[in-house]
């Protein structure tokens, strides 16, 4: 291997419970009722447009006018006074810091940007911060990936991807990239790993040192 593509919510920052608490509160308000769990199964993965779509299907109408750009505020006002890594993600990242690396995520620029400021990361990564908003189509589409790998000027097949999400793992694996499933944030269920498994990851795994028990072997073969 010789790039690391992190997905973002979940894997880095501990952000999909707190973004979904606030989402289920909004859909609930729209007369959907609507707890973590479901929007957490319902919205996870999906970019800003098809979060609205989704919303709109379930509750028969368009969203209100001002919907999105009050729920992107209240998130990320959520985000600046709760959100937290997920744990050992910034060790990792230091202790891999020879190789290239890069954030590929579904997420609006604008959010990731705000989080990784709160998160005192926005300098590690630097440019390499690609938003799902710069590509044609979103995950499980690889578009995201390889235009991460091409950014980061590594081949596809010697990347490695960490992500929480089964549209995620499907992505990585369509780019022709290993995956590893990470399954340590707070939103993660029981069964998580299975469907990390199922969606084509090559491993699943519930920490950030397990995560380098596989890396550090993996960097270390010769091309």
Known sequence: MRG????????????EAL???????AVTALGLPTTLDDSLTRYVGKR???VIAAIESGVGRPVPDGFAEALLA????????????????RAFIVRYASLPRG?????SMERLRLCLDVLG??????????SADMVPRGKPAPDI?????????????????????????????????????????SHVRDGHAER????????????WDEVAAIVTPLIAMPA
């Open 196 to 207: 990390l498994l199922e969606a084509g990851a090559a491993y699943a795994v519930a920490s």
């Open 121 to 130: 990361l926005a300098e590690i990564f630097g440019d390499n911060v690609f």
């Open 19 to 25: 973004a979904n608490t606030v989402l289920a509160e």
């Open 103 to 107: 954030i590929a995520s579904s997420s």
């Open 48 to 50: 800003a447009a098809e």
């Open 145 to 185: 990936f390889l235009l991460a790998a091409e950014r980061m000027r590594v081949a596809p097949a010697l990347c490695l991807v960490i992500e929480d999400s089964p549209g995620g793992v499907r992505a990585g694996a369509a780019a022709g990239m290993t995956v590893i499933g990470l399954c340590a944030g």
């Open 4 to 15: 690391l593509i992190f997905d973002f919510d979940g894997v880095i920052a501990d952000s």
């Open 74 to 89: 209240a998130t990320l006002e959520r985000f600046r006074i709760d959100l937290r890594e997920v744990d050992g993600a």
